[in-house]
C-alpha cells in the first residue's frame, strides 16, 4: 500500500511539473506569435495576453502544496523558476523557501529584497527560520531579531548556536508540556482547550516547575486509560531523550532503532529545551545521502541543475584535478613498461580488463565499508574479521573470474602462459581492490574525515596504477 501511495505522490508531482513547464512553453509561442503580427493595438493584445497567461500559472501555483513548489522550481532553469516565483503569493514565500535545497534557495533570495525577507521570515517558526537563516544576509538577520518577541528571539540565537550537524540544530520549539500530579481527564480539557496541536505529537512531555524532565504520557494511553488516574500513574519514566548537542547522525539512527516519532531534547540539568521530531530527520537523513551521493562523485557541495556554467565547473574542479594527477601516475606505471608492451601488443588491448574489473570489485567493498561506518556497526572488535571475510570474497571471486578472463585470453591469442598471466593478475588484483576499499575510508574515518569524500577517486587510482603494474610486471617476468 505504501509502494502505491509513494508511486501515485510522484507521478502526481511529476504531473504537476509537465503542466507548469506547458503553461510556461504556452505562454512564450503566444507572445511571440502576437509579438509578430503588427497591428495598432498590438502593445494591447500582447499586455492581455500575457496576464492570461500569468493568471492561468497563478492559479496553478495556488493549488500546489509548498514542497510541490519548491520541486518544480528545483526542475526549471533559472530565467523561468524567477519568473514562477515571483507569481508565488508573498505569504507563501517563507514555506517554499524552507523547501527548496540550498543552492535553489540562494538563487531565489538573491531576487528578493530585504522588505520581501523580512515578510517571508516573520511567516515562519522559529526552527524554520533557524533553517534559513544560514542564507539570509547578515542585516536582514539583525532586522528580524528585532521584530521577535524576548522568547524567540532567544529561541532563535540558540538554534542558531549549534553545528549544523547537531540535534540542537534540528530540533523544534513547539512542544505540550503536562504536570505529573493533573488526572488524565485535566489533561484532555487542556489538549481541547489547545484548539491546534503541534506536527508529529505522539506523546505529552512531562515536566516538574523548573521544566525539569520527569516523564513522557503517550498519547495512546491518555485515550485509553481510565481518566481519573493521575498522569504520575501512567506516565513512562524510561524514555529516549537527546542533549542539543548530540551528533544528528547517531539521532536518527536512534529514531530508527526506537521507532520514534517525537523525542525531548534536554539541557544537562535535564531541563526541556525543545523536541526532535521525525520529520526533521528524515529530511536531515535525505540531505546527508545527497551529500555523500554528490561527494562520491566527486563534487565540493550541492549544485543547482541550472546554474551557471562557470560556477559548476568550478564545483566539479577540486577532484577533477586529483583524478587528474593520479592518472599520470598510472600512465607512468605504463611508460616503465613500454619496452614489454612493444614486444607483446596484446598486453594494451588486455590490460584495462584487469584494471577496469578490479575498480568494480573495489567499489562493491567500499560501498559495504561507507555504509557500515555510516551506521556505527564496524568496530575495532569486528573489524579484523571483517577483512577476513572481503578477502575470502576476493579470492574466491578472483578464483573465478581469473580463470574466466584467463581462458578467454588464452583462445584468443592461442598463448597458455598469457591466459595465466591474465588469470594470476586479476587474483591479485581482486586482492589489492578489497584491501583499498576496506583501508580507504576507515583511514578517513580514523582522520575524522568523511569516508565518502574522495574515495572512489582513491579506489580508483589504487586498482589502475596496481592493476597495470602486477599485469605489466608478471607479463615482464613470464612472458619476455
Known sequence: MTEEYDTLQHESLEEHLHQVQALLAKQRLVEDLVHRQEGPRQDLVETLVHKQNLAELQKKLDELHPADVAHILEALPLDERLLVWDLVKAERDGEILVEVSDSVRESLIASMDNSELLAAAGTLDTDEIADLAPDLPHDVIQELLTTLDTQKRARLQSALSFPEDSVGALMDFDMVTIRADV??????????????????????????????????????????????????????????????????????????????????????????????????????IRESADADMLSMAGLKEEEDLFSTVWRSAKNRWMWLAVNLATAFIASRVIGAFEGSIEKLAALAALMPIIAGIGGNTGNQTIALIIRGLALGQITQANAHRLIAKELAIALL??????????????????????GGVMALAMLLNFIVAALAGIFIPMTLERLKRDPAIGSSVLLTFTTDSMGFFIFLGLATLILL
Open 183 to 284: 488526572t488524565l481527564e485535566v489533561a484532555l480539557r487542556y489538549l481541547r482547550r489547545l484548539g491546534e496541536l503541534p506536527d508529529q505529537l505522539d506523546k505529552l512531555f512531562v515536566v516538574e516547575r523548573n521544566d525539569q524532565l520527569i516523564g513522557v504520557l503517550p498519547l495512546k494511553r491518555l485515550l485509553t486509560t481510565d481518566p481519573e488516574a493521575t498522569v504520575a500513574a501512567v506516565m513512562v519514566e524510561d524514555f529516549v531523550s537527546f542533549q542539543p548537542d548530540d551528533d544528528a547522525h547517531e539521532a536518527a539512527q536512534a529514531f530508527e532503532r526506537y521507532d520514534l516519532v517525537m523525542a525531548p531534547v534536554v539541557d544537562t540539568q535535564k531541563r526541556l529545551i525543545g523536541r526532535l521530531t521525525v520529520d526533521a530527520v528524515v529530511d536531515y
Open 397 to 418: 571471486n578472483g578464483l573465478v573470474w581469473g580463470s574466466a578472463v584467463g581462458a578467454f585470453a588464452w583462445l584468443l591469442y592461442d598463448n597458455p602462459a598469457l
